[in-house]
């Protein structure tokens, strides 16, 4: 089908394209579109899947080939197939085959021309004939410096098999763990996003009271389906050191209440203002206030909950201790003045922060 984006080696949309042309139905078609997906053997590719497809005859200028090339439909691919090629035709050992692949890989019109003579001296000695020589010589030569090894390709198709299993069978979970590691980097994070919104995959917005660190798996509400939470260190300015402590008090004391409520309760060493307006700005903390008045009252909220931090450090808010039960510091409460965000703000706020838009597309 082609819907290889995210996978291993197949997420290229180049390979894509082909990979949907050639509708691989065996492992070693997937490893010779690995080994083949690279500038040189690259053109051979139409070849490649016409030959599959039998829309163009594989052709072999001597029957010997086809023990060595049918595999790959008559295109030579890997280098073990120049090595066999040249030990079948010339007789050589694979330790020569080697040399002689490594020295046609050079280029070099004198090397060449020797290498040639070589190889048709010893096709001849072989029983073959000049103009099958010649010809085989002239299919193994654009190859030569080209082909890739094969428990290279092999090793690279088999992540790639096992990547698209995953992202086939639990595609919310591979997205998650393809999101894990790219977070930081916008535009895979972007395509990744895009990728859930093809498959039908929610996308839920950070939230101060349920996301973590990084992208986690939770139930969509509305069907109960996995759904992927945006992870709070995925938002720009926002660092694991201000946001494992965010956590560790929402696991110890419960949800944040209100805005207040996360200042007072977590250490503002580590939450500073930058952090506080970036995860206002991306709506992680929509659900303790508008964007707009939470943005508006920053400074304050800011301001009072230092105050009550400092007067429990030094020691102030002993004198409300009861037998042994700490009383807090007197704040006084809140009354946030409420002031407007366009859905615009918004949405520049979340590309510039996230890499994405979760609120709405523009």
């Known amino acids: 089908s082609g819907e290889t984006a995210g996978i291993f080696q197949l997420e290229g949309a180049g390979m894509r394209r082909y990979i949907k042309e050639l509708k691989p139905t065996t492992f070693s078609d997937i490893s010779a579109m690995v080994a083949l997906y690279r500038p040189g053997p690259m053109e051979q590719i139409p070849t490649f899947i016409k030959a599959k497809h039998g829309i163009e005859p594989v052709h072999y200028p001597h029957p010997a080939l086809a023990s060595i090339l049918e595999e790959t439909y008559g295109v030579i691919v890997y280098q073990e197939q120049v090595l066999f090629i040249a030990q079948a035709f010339a007789g050589y050992s694979l330790g020569q085959a080697d ?41 193994i030569e654009p190859f030569a410096g080209y082909a890739f090894n094969k428990a290279h390709s092999v090793s690279y198709a088999l992540i790639a098999y096992h990547t698209a299993y995953l992202k086939a069978n639990y595609p919310a979970e591979y997205i998650t763990a393809l999101l894990i590691t790219n977070a930081g980097q916008s535009e895979k994070v972007a395509s990744a996003i895009a990728e859930c919104r093809r498959l039908g995959i929610t996308v839920l ?40 402590p965010i956590i560790a008090e929402r696991s110890k004391g419960g949800d944040f209440k209100a805005i207040e409520d996360l200042c007072r309760r977590c250490d503002l060493r580590g939450i500073n203002r930058r952090v506080l307006e970036s995860l206002i700005k991306v709506g992680a903390l929509d659900c303790l206030g508008s964007r707009g008045t939470l943005l508006h009252n920053t400074n304050r909220i800011l301001s009072l909950a230092q105050r009550e931090q400092h007067l429990r450090e030094t020691g102030q808010s002993t004198m409300f201790d009861l037998w042994g039960e700490k009383m807090p510091v007197p704040t006084p409460s809140l009354d946030l003045e409420a002031a407007d965000t366009s859905i615009k703000e918004k949405l520049v706020w979340e590309r510039e922060l996230m890499g994405v838009y979760l609120s709405e597309h523009p």
């Open 99 to 139: 040399i002689f692949r490594k020295a046609m890989g050079k280029k070099i019109p004198e090397v060449m021309r020797k290498e040639k003579r070589n190889f048709m001296t010893g096709a001849k000695r072989n029983g073959f004939s000049a103009g099958v020589a010649s010809e085989v010589f002239a299919l």
């Open 205 to 244: 917005p950070p939230d101060i009271n349920h996301s973590q660190t990084s992208f986690s798996i939770e139930k969509d509400s509305k069907d109960d389906a996995p759904a992927i939470r945006f992870g709070l260190t995925a938002i720009k300015n926002v660092g694991l050191g201000a946001i494992e």
